[in-house]
C-alpha cells in the first residue's frame, strides 16, 4: 500500500539547536517529495521539492536546508534554529494522488 | 508567481444549510485544482481533484467545479453537518505536481 511516514509529531528546540525531520514514502519508487511549512495565520508555503536523489530545489531562501539521501526518503535540516522557524511542517508526496504526512509542530523557544 | 486566493477567511453556519467556499488563481496554465480537508494539528485529507479538462467533481456531500478562463473553483458541501468542522485548502497543481496553496476558509458548522 502507498504511505507515507513523518516525524517527529511534535518538536520544542532551543534557539540555536539544530534540527532534522524525516519522511519516508513506501508503496513506491522514484517519488515526488515535498516539504511545506505552515506558520501561524498564514498558508502552506512551499519550502522545498525533489524529483529524485540528490536532486533538490528551494522556493525561498532560508535558514533551512533539506536534502534526499535514499529515493524514498527526505530529510528537512538546519544547524541553527531561529524563531521564526517555528510552525507546522508537513512532509508531502505528490503524484495524480495527494498524500500527505501527520505533520511536525515545531516550536523554538 | 502563482498566487491562490480563498474567500471567505472564516465562516459560521447552522447545521443543515448549503455553503459555498471560493478559490481563485492567477495563473490559467492550471494541471488540476485539488481541494483538501485540514483538522487542527493535523495533516491534510484530499477530498476532490479536478482535472484541467474537467469542469467539476463530486464526492457524497461534496461539490467542487473549475472554471479556468476565469481563474475559479468553488466547494459546495450540501446539507452541512458539525462534522464538517475544518479549515478547507484550495490548492492549484502545476508542473512537477507542484502545489499552490491558499490560506484556506475555517468553517464551523453549529449543531
Known amino acids: 500500500s502507498q504511505t507515507i511516514h513523518q516525524w517527529p509529531a511534535t518538536l520544542v528546540q532551543p534557539v540555536g539547536s539544530p534540527l532534522s525531520l524525516e519522511c519516508t514514502v513506501e508503496?513506491?519508487?522514484?517519488?515526488?517529495l515535498y516539504w511545506y511549512r505552515q506558520a501561524a495565520g498564514r498558508g502552506l508555503q512551499l519550502l522545498f521539492y525533489s524529483v529524485g536523489i540528490g536532486q533538490i530545489s528551494s522556493e525561498v531562501p532560508q535558514n533551512l536546508s533539506a536534502s534526499r539521501p535514499q529515493d524514498r526518503q527526505f530529510i528537512l535540516s538546519s544547524k541553527k534554529l531561529l524563531l521564526s522557524d517555528s510552525g507546522f511542517y508537513l512532509c508531502a508526496w505528490l503524484t495524480e494522488k495527494a498524500f500527505f504526512g501527520q505533520g511536525t509542530r515545531l516550536t523554538v523557544v | 508567481k502563482q498566487e491562490v486566493t480563498q474567500i471567505p477567511a472564516a465562516l459560521s453556519v447552522p447545521e443543515g444549510e448549503n455553503l459555498v467556499l471560493n478559490c481563485s488563481f492567477t495563473?490559467?496554465?492550471?494541471?488540476?485544482l485539488q481541494w483538501f480537508r485540514q483538522d487542527p494539528g493535523k495533516g491534510l485529507t484530499s477530498l476532490l481533484l479536478i482535472q484541467s479538462s474537467q469542469r467539476e467533481q463530486t464526492s457524497g456531500r461534496l461539490n467542487a467545479s473549475l472554471d479556468k478562463s476565469s481563474g475559479r473553483s468553488t466547494l459546495y458541501i450540501a446539507a452541512s453537518q458539525p462534522g464538517d468542522s475544518a479549515t478547507y485548502l484550495c490548492?492549484?497543481?502545476?508542473?512537477?505536481?507542484?502545489?499552490?496553496f491558499g490560506k484556506g476558509t475555517l468553517l464551523t458548522v453549529n449543531p
Open positions: 490548492a492549484y497543481g502545476g508542473s512537477n505536481y507542484k502545489l499552490t
Open positions: 508503496g513506491t519508487s522514484n517519488p515526488n
Open positions: 495563473d490559467s496554465a492550471i494541471y488540476n
